[in-house]
């Protein structure tokens, strides 16, 4: 009779070693790297996640502001953006703008939404834990809390004595990540990170 390709003593050898598995020192080996791996990526991750998402929200704010001085313009009247946590009327926390905000017309400049005005954009509390605070501040000092910004016909910020500037700190806190959005007197606005400037 003739041989199978397969002896089995060939197939056997070939099994055992196939079932062998991993020896101690392998998988020591392997969870020393997993651990090196965790201890250098998810911080990393994290930091970019945080970094991603408290861009993505001073991003809505400063969206917004654009909105109201385009369409103060276009409309030829007043428009307000205030801190708001019911999204009807200006009655949110001034300092504390996480929790939501509107932008409506607002003709006579009051800063009231008044009865039956439309409002144009309603953002509503973020559902991260990220702090967002705001306060104008005058040669370097914090006078006052900036509780809505009100834009002329003309497109320029009204009754605002100093730099408004919005501070955003993400939960956990991670200074990287933090953001100001910064508006000067006459409604210019740019985003600041922490690195590299006063955005603290």
């Not at 007043?78 to 939501?100: E, I, K, R, Y």
């Not at 932008?103 to 439309?118: C, E, I, L, N, R």
């Not at 973020?126 to 006052?144: E, I, K, P």
Request: with cysteine; aromatic share 6%; net charge positive.
């Amino acid at each position: 009779m003739y041989g199978h390709p397969l002896s089995r003593r060939g197939f056997n050898g070939n099994a055992r070693r196939l079932l062998r598995g991993f020896t101690i020192i392998e998988l020591l080996v392997t969870v020393a790297v997993a651990a090196i791996l965790l201890t250098v990526v998810v911080p990393s991750f994290v930091s970019v996640t945080q970094s991603t998402r408290a861009s993505a929200e001073a991003n809505l704010l400063v969206g917004d502001l654009y909105l109201a001085r385009s369409e103060a313009i276009k409309r030829g009247q007043s428009v307000t953006v205030c801190s708001s946590s019911d999204g009807l009327s200006c009655n949110g926390n001034p300092a504390v703008w996480s929790n939501g905000w509107i932008v409506f017309p607002d003709p006579a400049g009051t800063q009231v939404v008044a009865a039956g005005a439309p409002i144009l954009r309603q953002q509503p509390p973020w559902t991260s834990t990220d702090s967002f605070t705001s306060a104008v501040t005058s040669m370097g000092q914090a006078s006052a809390q900036a509780k809505a910004i009100t834009y002329n016909r003309d497109g320029i910020v009204a009754a605002i004595a100093g730099q408004t500037i919005w501070t955003l700190h993400t939960s956990p806190v991670n200074a990287s990540a933090t953001r100001c959005v910064v508006m000067n007197q006459l409604g210019r606005v740019q985003t600041l990170t922490a690195n590299g400037s006063n955005c603290v």
